[in-house]
């Protein structure tokens, strides 16, 4: 049985297990947090070009959000000590920023999230570098459209099964690997929080979508099958096949008629190209 909590200023703030509703206020903090996600992915646009390296837009992410009174939640978490993830061709997530340089024909996801007044901001987009395969382009256009199908069906009365099955069915119409290991989760004041937002499903399984929840939705599809490996670093996590993994992540929450998207872009840059 799924447990709900309404946030109160009394209520319980840390992670109890239960799904966490909240109010406009919390909206409001999320936007704006959301935004400045947005924001910072629209700012490394001009930058993702063959020759530069992943460490040196990791540095403008830092400077970036912490020019705008925000703080990279990721610098300094469970130490991990850079600003952004940035994961190249097969990396599927939590590629760490380096001296190592991209290339005409990668595919690359940057993902951000900067803490603003206390709230979380969560977001991550495709880049194509350079000269990208026909191939390397369809399966980020495929991942960008699993995504928004995912935000389509989440809405109050539906479930998180309804959420992973819209986007289980495109990507496998398709022929590619939807990743089970890593998901989607809660967020807030919390980085991560209940209830976990698995990208495969059952419609109508799952805990209830409720006015009032906040989540991100963040499928990782491969060209390949779906299984992943960690490397010895904890962090990087590749396709175990070697095959090229895409992915995209919007912060949204349940409203009385549908959700609402945090994370939009504000120059229109919400999937390539740009």
């Not at 959301?34 to 700012?43: I, V």
């Not at 010895?232 to 959700?259: K, M, N, P």
């Amino acid at each position: 049985m799924t447990d709900y909590v309404t946030v109160t200023a009394d209520a319980p703030s840390g992670r109890t297990g239960a799904i966490k509703l909240h109010g406009r206020a919390a909206f409001d903090g999320m936007l704006a947090a959301g935004q400045l996600a947005a924001q910072t992915l629209d700012m490394v646009v001009p930058h993702m070009v063959p020759g530069v390296t992943t460490g040196e837009i990791d540095d403008l992410v830092r400077r970036f959000i912490a020019d705008r009174g925000g703080i990279p939640a990721t610098l300094g978490y469970r130490g991990y000590t850079h600003s952004s993830c940035i994961s190249i061709n097969h990396v599927v997530c939590h590629g760490i920023p380096s001296d190592k340089t991209l290339k005409s024909g990668d595919i690359v996801n940057v993902d951000v999230t900067p803490i603003l007044d206390g709230w979380h901001g969560d977001s991550s987009r495709m880049y194509l570098i350079g000269d990208v395969p026909i191939k390397a382009k369809r399966l980020v256009e495929v991942t960008y459209e699993c995504l928004m199908l995912g935000i389509e069906a989440a809405k109050p009365g539906n479930h998180l099964g309804d959420v992973g099955h819209a986007i289980q069915r495109h990507a496998e119409r398709h022929r590619y690997g939807v990743v089970r290991d890593f998901c989607g989760h809660g967020l807030g004041q919390l980085f991560h929080d209940a209830p976990e937002v698995v990208h495969v499903g059952k419609p109508g399984t799952g805990p209830e979508l409720k006015p009032g929840m906040i989540f991100t939705i963040e499928p990782m599809i491969n060209t390949g099958r779906p299984d992943v490996k960690l490397l010895d670093d904890g962090w990087t996590a590749v396709t175990r096949d070697r095959s090229l993994s895409a992915q995209f992540e919007h912060s949204i929450g349940i409203t009385e008629t549908g959700c609402e998207i945090f994370t939009l872009s504000p120059g229109g840059f919400d999937k390539p190209p740009y």
